[in-house]
């Protein structure tokens, strides 16, 4: 009797060793699952590459797009209306090279009135996002933007509101209209 008690302690013991290895297992791979490798998160501390501070890099940070929207949409509107010297600099931060819009001469984008700029998304996934931003006129400008892994968010499309986004063909400066007045 003492060997079969033995026996079966021991195969006992074996099966639940080998239970408690396989929920180890388990539990390590739902782990890894649910939380980001550290591997990844050695890679962001290393280089914390954001959208807006270099188009040269990769990368790393996956901004979600309501961030995009409230932090870098309100930037590229203010970038793109912009009469500053470093506007073109701007545009290269923060539009890709083929967005809609950027075929719009800088003459015909009117002044925009001088408030804080504020952004709010509209819809947006993890590699899209279309913003509204609020610069003071009565409607809001609209950007379309698109992440990659190589460039990071860029700002795909930019289009005005209807009224005082751009200047119409025959209006004039205010410095003309005086002129003409004498």
Not at 60 to 82: F, G, I, M
Not at 105 to 123: E, H, Y
Request: proline share 5%; with cysteine.
């Amino acid at each position: 009797m003492d060997e079969r008690k033995r026996r079966k302690r021991n195969i006992l013991i074996i099966a639940a060793t080998t239970a408690a290895v396989v929920l180890m297992v388990v539990a390590n791979i739902a782990f890894i699952l649910v939380h980001p490798g550290t591997e990844d998160q050695d890679k962001a501390a290393a280089s914390d590459v954001k959208a807006e501070t270099s188009t040269s890099t990769p990368a790393v940070r996956h901004q979600k797009p309501l961030e995009v929207c409230e932090k870098l949409a309100p930037k590229a509107a203010a970038a793109y209306t912009s009469k500053a010297a470093d506007r073109d600099r701007l545009i290269k931060r923060y539009f890709a090279s083929d967005a809609q819009g950027l075929n719009i001469p800088i003459d015909r984008i009117a002044d925009q009135p001088d408030v804080q700029a504020s952004g709010g998304m509209n819809a947006g996934t993890s590699t899209t996002a279309t913003c509204s931003v609020w610069t003071g006129l009565e409607s809001p400008w609209t950007l379309t933007w698109r992440w990659t892994a190589d460039k990071g968010w860029k700002c795909t499309g930019i289009n005005g509101p209807l009224e005082g986004a751009y200047t119409v063909l025959g209006d004039k400066a205010p410095a003309e209209d005086k002129d003409d007045e004498k």
